[in-house]
T-cell receptor, first 114, second 111 residues
C-alpha cells in the first residue's frame, strides 16, 4: 500500500454512460498525475495538477474527459459518453512536488465499457 | 523525454541476480534514468533512479555506462515476488516530470 487510494477499483458501464473516478493522494503531496494503461502497454500520461491547478493535459485527454482537484487534495476524473475504446486501467500517482524523484501510484481503477 | 529500448521478456532463476538492460542513446544531460516495476494488477512501483553514478538501495542496484547511453538494473537475489514488468524511463527533473513509459521488460523468476 503506497498511501494513494483510488475508488472504485473496478467499474463496468455501458457505452454512452458517464463515469467518475476518485483519487486520494498522500496527504502532503501537492502534485497529482493521471495515467491510462491499456492491455499490454505501459501507462500513458493524461494530465497533472500542482495543488488545485491543472498544469498540463495530454492530447489523449479528449473533450469527453475532465479532471478536477478542487481543494488541492483529492482529484476526480470524469469521462462523459463513454466509448469502448475508453476501456483501460486509470492510474493516479502523487508526488511531493517539483524535483521530487518518486511518484507513488495508486492501485488503479479498471474501466470496462460494454 | 528520451526514448528507451528494453528486451520484451527475460527469465531468471530464483536466488540468482537478475540483470535488466536498457538503452537510452538519446538521453540528454539533464535527464535522469528511473526504474519502476509493475506487478500484475497493481500500480507501478518506484525502484531506483540515477544521473551518472551507480546507485544502490535496498531493492536494487543501477549501473549507468560512462556515456550514459545505457544502463542495467540489477536485482541481486531474485525471488518469485520480483516477477513483474520492469520499466526503464528517462525523465527531466523540474518541469512537468511526467513519466513516459515504454512497454518494459517482463521478468519471470523461475523457481
Amino acid at each position: 500500500d503506497t498511501g494513494v487510494s483510488q475508488d472504485p477499483r473496478h467499474k463496468i458501464t455501458k457505452r454512452g454512460q458517464n463515469v467518475t473516478f476518485r483519487c486520494d493522494p498522500i496527504s502532503e503531496h501537492n502534485r497529482l498525475y493521471w495515467y491510462r494503461q491499456t492491455l499490454g502497454q505501459g501507462p500513458e500520461f493524461l494530465t497533472y495538477f500542482q495543488n488545485e491547478a491543472q498544469l498540463e493535459k495530454s492530447r489523449l485527454l479528449s473533450d469527453r474527459f475532465s479532471a478536477e482537484r478542487p481543494k488541492g487534495s483529492f482529484s476526480t476524473l470524469e469521462i462523459q459518453r463513454t466509448e469502448q475504446g475508453d476501456s483501460a486501467m486509470y492510474l493516479c500517482a502523487s508526488t511531493l512536488g517539483q524535483g521530487s524523484y518518486e511518484q507513488y501510484f495508486g492501485p488503479g481503477t479498471r474501466l470496462t465499457v460494454t | 523525454d528520451a526514448k528507451t529500448t528494453q528486451p520484451p521478456s527475460m527469465d531468471c532463476a530464483e536466488g540468482r541476480a537478475a540483470n535488466l538492460p536498457c538503452n537510452h542513446s538519446t538521453i540528454s544531460g539533464n535527464e535522469y534514468v528511473y526504474w519502476y516495476r509493475q506487478i500484475h494488477s497493481q500500480g507501478p512501483q518506484y525502484i531506483i533512479h540515477g544521473l551518472k553514478n551507480n546507485e544502490t538501495n535496498e531493492m536494487a542496484s543501477l549501473i549507468i555506462t560512462e556515456d550514459r547511453k545505457s544502463s542495467t538494473l540489477i536485482l541481486p537475489h531474485a525471488t518469485l515476488r520480483d516477477t513483474a514488468v520492469y520499466y526503464c524511463i528517462v525523465r527531466v527533473v523540474f518541469g512537468n516530470e511526467k513519466l513516459t513509459f515504454g512497454t518494459g521488460t517482463r521478468l519471470t523468476i523461475i523457481p
